[in-house]
């Protein structure tokens, strides 16, 4: 990705932070009434957001996809998949393996906000955090399974329609709806007066067409990703997606 660098890997996985990330992290960091708090929450969003895409890798990875790399930038984080194979199992394993990492973090965190809140010796600042966390974790899974195509809950919507349909109509379907929800987002984020969310709307908007375009590109050229499977799950594939039959094994590459 144009204008990141590598900053270390997690299990075998580089993490890249791109230069838009350094440059709103640097300005939240020295913004006003910034205190010790707020960098320390940040600094836990950021954890959070690398352990949600880390759930999408490693889940991708047991499915025999490579992982190029994990980058942070503006919107939150990118795990970079080598392809996207047109199953939806496959798909619908890796989609939710993230949104399940910041549901897994708030169950455990929940515990010690619990203790906090009620138990015998509390801590305000501890509980401000416990809090924090619980909350940034419960609302990126939820904004991340909004049905806004390619957001998580989106390749969910495509995994769905991609069990009966073919891929490219599935993928169709999928950003049909999500733009729909984009344009809920970006109308809910001018009348709150949050101009970051018609930002993410035409983000959303624009990257789905873009995948839409790949995907019917992939199947005009008869190139459709099925690699990293073995042969049972394949035969698994081909028995409930027709136009995977036609093509001759030579030409099913994805990379
Ligand atoms: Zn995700």
């Given at each position: 990705?144009?204008?990141?660098?590598?900053?270390?890997?997690?299990?075998?996985?580089?993490?890249?932070?791109?230069?838009?990330?350094?440059?709103?992290?640097?300005?939240?960091?020295?913004?006003?009434?910034?205190?010790?708090?707020?960098?320390?929450?940040?600094?836990?969003?950021?954890?959070?957001?690398?352990?949600?895409?880390?759930?999408?890798?490693?889940?991708?990875?047991?499915?025999?996809?490579?992982?190029?790399?994990?980058?942070?930038?503006?919107?939150?984080?990118?795990?970079?998949?080598?392809?996207?194979?047109?199953?939806?199992?496959?798909?619908?394993?890796?989609?939710?393996?993230?949104?399940?990492?910041?549901?897994?973090?708030a169950l455990v965190?929940?515990?010690?906000?619990?203790?906090?809140?009620?138990?015998?010796?509390?801590?305000?600042?501890?509980?401000?955090?416990?809090?924090?966390?619980?909350?940034?974790?419960?609302?990126?899974?939820?904004?991340?399974?909004?049905?806004?195509?390619?957001?998580?809950?989106?390749?969910?919507?495509?995994?769905?329609?991609?069990?009966?349909r073919s891929w490219?109509?599935?993928?169709?379907?999928?950003?049909?709806?999500?733009?729909?929800?984009?344009?809920?987002?970006?109308?809910?984020?001018?009348?709150?007066?949050?101009?970051?969310?018609?930002?993410?709307?035409?983000?959303?908007?624009?990257?789905?067409?873009?995948?839409?375009?790949?995907?019917?590109?992939?199947?005009?050229?008869?190139?459709?990703?099925?690699?990293?499977?073995?042969?049972?799950?394949?035969?698994?594939?081909?028995?409930?997606?027709?136009?995977?039959?036609?093509?001759?094994?030579?030409d099913r590459d994805?990379?």
């Amino acid at each position: 990705m144009f204008g990141s660098f590598r900053i270390g890997s997690v299990a075998g996985i580089p993490i890249r932070v791109h230069v838009l990330f350094l440059l709103l992290v640097a300005a939240l960091a020295f913004a006003p009434g910034t205190g010790a708090f707020q960098l320390v929450a940040l600094g836990v969003l950021v954890v959070c957001v690398v352990l949600h895409e880390l759930g999408h890798a490693l889940v991708a990875r047991r499915f025999g996809i490579h992982v190029l790399d994990i980058t942070l930038w503006p919107l939150g984080g990118m795990a970079r998949l080598s392809h996207i194979p047109e199953s939806s199992r496959v798909e619908a394993a890796i989609a939710i393996a993230g949104p399940a990492v910041n549901v897994a973090l708030a169950l455990v965190a929940a515990p010690l906000l619990l203790l906090q809140v009620f138990g015998p010796a509390r801590d305000s600042i501890l509980a401000a955090l416990a809090l924090s966390f619980v909350v940034v974790n419960v609302l990126m899974a939820a904004f991340n399974l909004l049905p806004a195509f390619p957001t998580d809950g989106g390749r969910l919507v495509r995994a769905w329609f991609g069990r009966k349909r073919s891929w490219v109509e599935a993928t169709a379907r999928a950003v049909w709806i999500g733009r729909v929800v984009a344009v809920a987002i970006g109308i809910a984020g001018i009348a709150w007066g949050n101009w970051m969310l018609p930002v993410v709307a035409l983000w959303l908007w624009w990257t789905g067409g873009v995948e839409l375009a790949q995907v019917r590109a992939r199947h005009a050229q008869g190139l459709v990703p099925t690699g990293g499977f073995t042969d049972a799950d394949l035969a698994r594939i081909e028995s409930f997606r027709g136009p995977l039959r036609a093509l001759p094994r030579g030409d099913r590459d994805g990379d």
